[in-house]
């Protein structure tokens, strides 16, 4: 059983900043990539930002130079700070994990609104 517990979602007014973790439990093998996707009501969920075991990152444009991702490769837990939010940031987060196997696992998702 796969377990991706995310946390760190909430409300925040145009500008301020929120942190959202993930951590990964159980039987995953050898996790290739970590990354978080958002989907807002009406749209299809997209890539927000990813990050590889090497360190290697990968974000969506809307996104550069206002959110970051890390990792920490030995608890299985990955990070997206964003800071100067948007409206258009609204969206349900969801954390992604994928094995070298090339199986996703996705969390359940945390909600982040952005209040203008």
């Known amino acids: 059983q796969v377990q991706l517990v995310e946390s760190g979602g909430g409300l925040v007014q145009a500008g301020g900043s929120l942190r959202l973790s993930c951590a990964a439990s159980?039987?995953?093998?050898?996790?290739?990539?970590m990354g978080w996707y958002r989907q807002a009501p009406g749209k299809q969920r997209e890539l927000v930002a990813v990050i590889t075991r090497g360190g290697s990152t990968n974000y969506a444009d809307s996104v550069k130079g206002r959110f970051t991702i890390s990792s920490d490769n030995a608890k299985n837990t990955v990070f997206l700070q964003m800071n100067s939010l948007r409206p258009e940031d609204t969206a349900v987060y969801y954390c992604n994990v994928a094995s070298i196997l090339g199986v996703n696992y996705w969390g359940q998702g945390t909600q982040v609104t952005v209040s203008s």
């Open positions: 159980g039987r995953i093998f050898s996790i290739n990539v």
